[in-house]
């Protein structure tokens, strides 16, 4: 469906030239140009986005998959996705729909309405943008946000982060939930891996979505070789600790070989343990492990008594020791969970 994009203004109007601001790339582009999203066109002085409604999937998930560790647990997350992204990162493991441009993909055209509605009919608690970088179709996520909370469904959003406080402003009021995958802490990193040039923009806007009440979770995908000094790690900590607070979850997320780095090897074990340690030492008390099924770090722990409150294999939860005020039942420490335990239904799927 062609419709006209937002968060964008003419640059020069004798050439029809247009600057969209929706993410820092702040694109300037000519009639005929695709932005480096791969998502939006100017096409004769009007930018449009070609990915309005057009999805690349649409499933049913844990919440735990986002992952959400302390939003509904064991709730049900309505997952679509389109193409594109904002970001070239190296290690993409969704490069197959993240890095094309929506005028050549095959997609399937739904409407808002039939979206809230499969979440209805799925029994889920949330609809999900994720899977590509869903900022890239944010005209269609503002339209299905909106609808979802008129029908008392939340809205989380799986995000690079990278997206200008402008086109956040409109859309924090709609976002209950985000995990920001924050790539590393360095520019370096940002500038080699991912094709842009700096981290800021990514750590002011999850600050922004945090005071601006949407709840925040972290990810980190370490990279041997890329993000895996301890110095890097601690650094990493310390900004969620300092400007999320201690009590922000925090993943980290083993790698293994995809995309233009599949000649790195997979991520070692100890490596994610240890920055789990380096986390915790810093003073965070929700830190995870992702990718290493069985891990102890997949487990929520109290942080005052170390009771294990909820325990998970993979996106499972297979013990909950809180009252129903997600209290430790060992000592009373109240566990910042947003929303209530859900006993997993298997999420299958019907759209």
Excluded at 234 to 260: A, I, Q
Aim: aromatic letters at 10%; hydrophobic letters at 35%; proline letters at 6%.
């Amino acid at each position: 469906m062609k419709k006209e994009a937002l968060m964008w203004e003419v640059f020069k109007e004798e050439s029809k030239a247009v600057r969209c601001y929706l993410c820092p790339n702040y694109c300037v582009l000519k009639p005929g140009e695709v932005g480096k999203c791969g998502a939006r066109k100017n096409e004769d002085g009007k930018l449009y986005t070609l990915v309005y409604g057009a999805l690349s999937a649409m499933s049913t998930d844990p919440i735990e998959k986002k992952p959400l560790f302390h939003f509904w647990p064991g709730s049900g997350a309505y997952s679509i996705s389109s193409v594109g992204c904002n970001l070239h990162c190296k290690h993409c493991q969704n490069y197959h729909i993240s890095q094309v441009n929506g005028e050549h993909f095959q997609l399937r055209q739904v409407t808002a309405k039939e979206v809230v509605r499969a979440a209805k009919k799925n029994d889920c608690k949330s609809i999900a943008y994720t899977y590509n970088e869903p900022l890239t179709f944010y005209e269609f996520i503002i339209d299905c946000a909106k609808l979802a909370h008129q029908e008392g469904i939340l809205n989380v959003l799986v995000t690079n982060g990278y997206i200008t406080l402008r086109a956040l402003e409109p859309l924090a009021p709609l976002i209950d939930a985000a995990n920001v995958d924050i790539k590393a802490i360095t520019d370096k990193f940002y500038k080699e891996i991912c094709g842009v040039p700096r981290v800021k923009p990514i750590l002011d806007a999850t600050k922004y979505m945090k005071d601006h009440g949407v709840f925040i979770e972290c990810t980190n995908l370490i990279i041997p070789g890329y993000n895996d000094t301890p110095e890097e790690l601690h650094e990493l900590s310390k900004w969620v600790y300092n400007e999320l607070g201690p009590d922000t979850p925090l993943h980290f997320s083993r790698f293994h070989p995809m995309y233009e780095l599949n000649h790195v090897p997979s991520t070692p074990v100890s490596t994610i343990t240890q920055a789990r340690e380096i986390a915790l030492d810093v003073g965070l008390h929700y830190v995870y492990c992702g990718n290493i099924p069985g891990n102890e770090g997949e487990n929520t722990y109290c942080p005052n008594c170390g009771n294990k409150v909820i325990g998970r294999i993979g996106f499972s939860i297979n013990r909950w020791d809180m009252n129903d005020n997600n209290q430790c039942n060992n000592c009373g420490t109240s566990i910042p969970i947003i929303g209530k335990y859900t006993e997993s239904k298997g999420w299958g799927f019907r759209f």
